[in-house]
């Protein structure tokens, strides 16, 4: 939703004092890989970007730490 719990609260507020709602889906932008690209980006590791492809499967490493919170990334 959003990277700290007052941006959140801060979200919800907006939302009720304009007498919307807020609705969130799956917000992969937070999960540690997409951060860490982030910050290689930001101290010029990687580069100069011009194209990034990135297609993550259900069961590969990259999830070990969202399983505890995503059943459907669990292989049986």
């Avoid at 939302?15 to 992969?28: D, K, T």
């Amino acid at each position: 939703m959003a990277p700290t719990h007052e941006a959140c609260v801060a979200m919800v507020k907006t939302c009720r004092q304009a007498g919307g709602r807020l609705l969130i889906h799956e917000n992969w932008r937070w999960q540690p890989w997409y951060r860490e690209i982030k910050r290689l980006l930001g101290e010029g590791e990687i580069g100069i970007l011009f194209h990034l492809a990135f297609r993550p499967r259900a069961g590969a490493a990259c999830y070990q730490s969202a399983e505890s919170q995503q059943p459907v990334f669990l292989n049986d």
